[in-house]
């Protein structure tokens, strides 16, 4: 299990070199468990701290308070070596197929390039490593004769099919995919979604899927955790979050998704200004755009509610 406790982030922005500055607070207060051997999806609009999270996870930004621990180590106490050993185990697939490749090697040599940097642990010789890369690009649906090409030779969704086979070829035990078909055709979308979901049964992998589409996370998760303005809203089964969900900002997420079989489908408009993130507001971060709202909410953050083993949310009024 991977464990997160009071996760926050900020970022302080300045306008010359004698401003003080504004403090952004991309995470607050995250606690959040992310059980291995399932897929996880955090979700949520831009600007709700999901990629941040991600980076974080990775080591690639330093929080300013809380830690996440994974086999007993956390993250304030991991040397360097330490940091190389948790790469191993956790990798990442970023958004943009296109700045995510570099565009001067090969295929075989981006691929191979992990195995190289970890290449005293793994102790594998070259023609190991060679026979390892040829392994994996074609786990990912690609050919042995593509490793020789530059990425600037293949459309995006092969683009994203290299990207997953680099994150692969290390054999980790978990994956974060940081929007990893959102810069993709619809029909792309469908082959790198249903790729991901047979990797994931053939190498026994767990995820942490990020997206803003809630019917790609449907697809994908087997449960959800719900993101606003740096804050969790709602983490629940993929199942029971879609027959009843219990925050008011889910629920207007979920009225978003297209649905052609819907006919005079109630819809839950999200009305007012979305707060600052620069001065976010001591309540619920929904405060401001919620029709359910109550004078709690704007003081005073919900206190967690259980509705099953792992599921919960925090709201002083939910949807009946």
């Known amino acids: 299990m991977i464990r997160i406790a009071n996760l926050t982030k900020k970022f302080i922005y300045k306008k010359n070199i004698f401003s003080g500055g504004k ?19 955090i979700v949520g609009e831009s600007g709700s701290g999901k990629s941040t999270l991600a980076r974080v996870l990775m080591g690639l930004l330093t929080p300013d308070e809380g830690y996440f621990a994974y086999n007993e180590i956390m993250s304030p106490y991991m040397k360097k070596s330490d940091w190389k050993k948790y790469r191993r185990k956790i990798s990442m697939v970023f958004q943009d197929p296109y700045s995510s490749l570099n565009p001067r090697l090969s295929i075989a040599k981006i691929i191979e390039e992990p195995l190289i940097i970890h290449a005293n642990s793994l102790r594998l010789n070259r023609e190991e490593r060679h026979a ?11 050919y042995t ?7 600037r030779q293949f459309s995006g969704g092969q683009r994203q099919r290299i990207g997953i086979a680099r994150s692969l070829v290390l054999r980790p035990d978990v994956i974060i995919l940081d929007e990893p078909v959102s810069a993709l055709d619809v029909s792309i979308q469908a082959q790198i979604l249903n790729l991901l979901r047979d990797l994931k049964g053939e190498f026994q992998l767990t995820y942490i899927f990020i997206a ?5 996370i449907r697809y ?8 606003y303005l740096g804050q969790i809203l709602e983490v629940r089964n993929t199942s029971s979050l879609f027959a009843h969900p219990y925050h008011p900002y889910t629920r207007s997420l979920m009225d978003s998704i297209p649905d052609i079989h819907a006919f005079k489908k109630p819809f839950y408009a999200l009305k007012g200004e979305i707060p600052s993130p620069f001065n976010t507001p001591p309540g619920c971060p929904f405060y401001s755009r919620c029709g359910r709202r109550k004078p ?9 509610t259980a509705v099953g ?12």
Do not use: W
Request: glycine fraction near 8%.
């Open 296 to 304: 709690v909410c704007e003081m005073e953050f919900p206190e967690k």
């Open 23 to 41: 403090t952004l607070v991309a995470l607050k207060k995250i606690h959040l468990d992310i059980p291995l051997g399932v897929t996880t999806g």
């Open 309 to 320: 083993p792992g599921e919960y949310y925090f709201c002083h009024n939910p949807p009946g």
């Open 220 to 227: 994908i998760s087997d449960r959800i955790v719900v993101m």
């Open 145 to 151: 004769s593509d490793l020789d090409k530059q990425p």
């Open 212 to 216: 803003h589409d809630l019917g790609v």
């Open 132 to 142: 390892r890369v040829r392994d994996i690009i074609e786990k990912v649906g690609m």
